[in-house]
């Protein structure tokens, strides 16, 4: 039997199997990136049979109201890449379906390239020796580990392009038209630092700064995602004393009945998954337990504030 055959009729199952599992259940958050308008309008088809997609707006009473008959599912998309702003969103809008964007504030003039899109860059050409691993940059302070990528980058001339949408920041006047438009605006902080491994001032600094460089563009900053999902209950208390009303996190699982705003998961979906990977990634993540946390703490996310 052709592979093709088989795929459609495992999918179809599955399906099945998620409409099963979508009853009674509240809903879900979608981790997003640097998806360009083809790539979210498949995601948007694939998941629509299953879910009504709601906006921020919506989130607080579909958590404390009854299940509907469909659960809901809320769209989010990290790091404020510009193809955001100029393919995501307008994509978007034309199907109806509103989103969060969150957005690395520090990126946010168009010419300062994200850290890991330098050393996917890097990856490519430099003695891989001299380049850290992905790990080893994700362990280090965020001034470090820009420090340690900027050097590679001056020494072998490579960093990352620029030119490309997604892989350079969107620009204020974006955000500003997005918010217009109807989208909410969170904080990313302002390095994309990964906060468990900075000092507690820095951390706070990270996220209060980055909260307040929004505001002073005019920009409403009602939530904050952890870089990598790394978090916990200080760093939590911290974001929410900074002024925000909910984190996210990477915790890939659907929303129960007892989550609130403070501390939400999200389900990571590739950029260019298909049809078949988002049914069958969102079916074994209703279960609760089998999904590695792509934050790289494994399954601990059972153990979650």
């Known amino acids: 039997?052709?592979?093709?055959?088989?795929?459609?009729?495992?999918?179809?199952?599955?399906?099945?199997?998620?409409?099963?599992?979508?009853?009674?259940?509240?809903?879900?958050?979608?981790?997003n990136h640097a998806?360009?308008?083809?790539?979210?309008?498949?995601?948007?088809?694939?998941?629509?049979?299953?879910?009504?997609?709601?906006?921020y707006d919506d989130l607080k009473e579909r958590l404390r109201s009854k299940p509907w008959k469909k659960p809901f599912c809320l769209m989010t998309f990290d790091d404020g890449a510009a193809i955001n702003a100029s393919e995501t969103a307008p994509e978007l809008l034309r199907l109806g379906v509103p989103?969060?964007?969150?957005?690395?504030?520090?990126?946010?003039?168009?010419?300062?390239?994200?850290w890991f899109d330098r050393f996917r860059a890097l990856c490519q050409t430099t003695n891989p020796e001299r380049l850290p691993t992905l790990s080893e940059c994700k362990a280090m302070p965020w001034r470090i580990r820009d420090e340690r990528l900027d050097q590679l980058c001056k020494t072998t001339g490579v960093d990352a392009d620029l030119t490309n949408p997604a892989t350079r920041g969107m620009l204020w006047a974006d955000a500003v038209r997005l918010q217009n438009d109807g989208f909410e605006l969170g904080s990313h902080?302002?390095?994309?630092?990964?906060?468990?491994?900075?000092?507690?001032?820095?951390?706070?600094r990270q996220i209060t700064e980055s909260v307040r460089q929004m505001k002073k563009q005019g920009l409403r900053c009602r939530t904050f995602a952890f870089p990598?999902?790394?978090?916990?209950?200080?760093?939590?208390?911290?974001?929410?004393?900074?002024?925000?009303?909910s984190t996210?996190?990477?915790?890939?699982?659907?929303?129960?009945?007892?989550?609130?705003?403070?501390?939400l998961p999200r389900l990571y979906l590739k950029d260019y998954a298909d049809a078949f990977y988002i049914h069958k990634k969102t079916l074994?993540?209703?279960i609760g337990f089998v999904l590695k946390n792509p934050n790289g703490e494994g399954r601990q996310y059972l153990l979650r504030p």
């Open 1 to 31: 039997m052709p592979t093709g055959v088989c795929k459609k009729k495992v999918d179809f199952l599955v399906c099945s199997a998620l409409r099963c599992a979508a009853r009674g259940a509240r809903g879900i958050l979608i981790n």
């Open 35 to 55: 998806q360009n308008a083809q790539q979210i309008r498949a995601q948007v088809e694939a998941l629509a049979p299953f879910f009504d997609f709601i906006g």
């Open 99 to 114: 989103a969060v964007f969150y957005l690395v504030t520090g990126a946010m003039d168009g010419q300062t390239p994200f």
């Open 189 to 204: 902080t302002i390095d994309h630092a990964i906060l468990s491994v900075e000092t507690t001032e820095e951390a706070a």
């Open 228 to 245: 990598n999902g790394n978090a916990g209950p200080s760093l939590v208390e911290i974001a929410l004393g900074a002024g925000v009303e």
């Open 248 to 263: 996210v996190s990477t915790v890939p699982v659907w929303l129960r009945k007892n989550d609130t705003l403070a501390y």
């Open 284 to 286: 074994v993540s209703r």
